[in-house]
């Protein structure tokens, strides 16, 4: 064990000494204020000579801490103090977490440097840009350069200017800003669960015009193949009706009118004419098939709205539990 006669500002001392003249001046000015670096000079101007048994307790133990740290960030307390245990025993595991967990319970915007930036952006984007440039020298380098890319030009500029500026913060003006951000990434956090998603997006796809689906689903993949491959594998579109039952497709029939049937089948393939006109009475299909023919020349935006009301016949039908929509899983149709 460390000579406990070693306090905190000698073990930093001794760890900049074993680092290092240049590695050393970085940590300084990254992770400490003039005060804390004039206190800390000076006790390294003192020490003439480290025993080099001390020096290795000293990394040792700054080792194990940052190792302590580093599994508190990918998977939590119980998930640190696991791993801890199995390198070190319960007792030292115990030892290292607490003096971990104080330092990051005390360092300012803890709970902010574990979120994603994606979400750190949602909620502090519309927030004052001296606010915004407190947060940023708060996070991590990686995170705060992330949000600070996704502002507009004006805005880096400014609060880039104002972290360049900014020397010390009250205490109490930084944890009433902490203590605002926290509530509001809770209130996010209990509002994400019931919105969003992939549902959410299918619902409403399929409740827009055709010309619209279909270009959100281009846009899509080229920015996120994988994401439009699965809102596809969701979303109904009027081709799917061969997906359907005999019985479906004939109740389904019974709500379509005819002149709309007529147009959207004018651009359908022939698997979606064969499969509409098994399901309908010869006679019934003769004059689909003749009013199809003589309607002459339709415009895509017509044909494309036809389908369109068709879609959402299905999915109401579908809501109302008087036909299945088979979307696999636990919707999958055992025959």
């Not at 001392?13 to 206190?39: C, P, R, T, V």
């Not at 048994?53 to 190792?67: A, D, N, R, S, Y």
């Not at 991590?140 to 020397?167: F, G, N, V, Y």
């Not at 055709?210 to 579109?237: H, V, Y």
């Amino acid at each position: 064990m460390l000579n406990k006669g070693v306090n905190g500002l000698q073990k930093s001392a001794i760890l900049l000494i074993s680092l290092g003249s240049d590695i050393s001046a970085e940590i300084l000015k990254k992770n400490f204020h003039e005060q804390d670096i004039e206190k800390i000079t000076q006790q390294i101007s003192i020490m003439e000579t480290v025993p080099r048994e001390i020096q290795k307790q000293v990394l040792e133990e700054f080792g194990q801490l940052l190792q302590a740290r580093d599994y508190l960030a990918v998977g939590g307390a119980d998930y640190a103090k696991d791993m801890l245990q199995k390198a070190f025993g319960e007792n030292k595991a115990s030892a290292i977490l607490e003096k971990v967990q104080v330092n990051i319970v005390n360092k300012p915007f803890a709970t902010l440097r574990k979120t994603d930036p994606k979400n750190l952006m949602t909620f502090i984007h519309s927030e004052h840009p001296q606010v915004i440039a407190l947060i940023l020298t708060h996070l991590h380098s990686e995170q705060a350069a992330m949000i600070l890319s996704s502002l507009s030009p004006e805005k880096q500029s400014d609060i880039a200017r104002r972290i360049a500026m900014t020397d010390r913060v009250a205490p109490e003006m930084i944890r009433e800003v902490e203590s605002i951000l926290e509530r509001k990434m809770s209130f996010l956090e209990q509002s994400e669960h019931s919105s969003g998603g992939i549902n959410s997006l299918v619902d409403i796809l399929n409740r827009v015009d055709r010309s619209t689906e279909k270009n959100i689903l281009e846009e899509l993949e080229m920015e996120s193949p994988d994401l439009a491959d699965e809102i596809r594998k969701r979303l109904f579109i009027f081709e799917d009706i061969v997906k359907l039952p005999d019985a479906s497709i004939q109740r389904v029939l019974r709500e379509i009118d005819s002149q709309d049937l007529a147009r959207a089948m004018r651009a359908s393939n022939d698997e979606v004419q064969e499969r509409i006109f098994r399901n309908m009475s010869k006679r019934a299909a003769d004059m689909l098939r003749d009013e199809i023919i003589y309607m002459g020349p339709v415009r895509l935006r017509d044909v494309e709205e036809s389908q369109q009301k068709i879609v959402q016949i299905i999915r109401r039908l579908d809501e109302a539990g008087e036909i299945i929509i088979s979307r696999g899983g636990e919707d999958a149709i055992i025959t």
